[in-house]
């Protein structure tokens, strides 16, 4: 295990606290990249106090993309909700 591994681990254990540590030293090393970035622009300030708010903005934007993609080139989709599989688990994964 080489030495920089090792000491992430110390400093960002693998429990709810080691995350939300992880999590405010990103949101300190980019804050300011985020805060002059065109993508944060109309929701940095809301997102700001979010954990990991970047990875969560990614999540959404890689979404949000794909499906623009999907329309622009015609590509037939299929969109699924989470809540489907709890509401009617069976008819939902028959899709």
């Known amino acids: 295990v080489k030495k920089n591994h090792t000491e992430r681990i110390a400093m960002y254990p693998r429990s709810k606290e080691g995350f939300r540590a992880f999590c405010k030293d990103l949101g300190y090393r980019f804050y300011k990249e985020e805060k002059a970035a065109r993508f944060y622009r109309d929701v940095f300030d809301n997102a700001k106090n979010i954990p990991c708010h970047a990875d969560f903005f990614r999540y959404i934007q890689w979404h949000n993309l794909a499906f623009t993609t999907t329309w622009d080139l015609g590509i037939p989709t ?4 989470y809540e489907n599989y709890t509401n009617d688990f069976n008819q939902t994964k028959n899709k």
């Not at 299929?78 to 909700?81: E, G, P, R, S, T």
């Open 78 to 81: 299929m969109i699924l909700h």
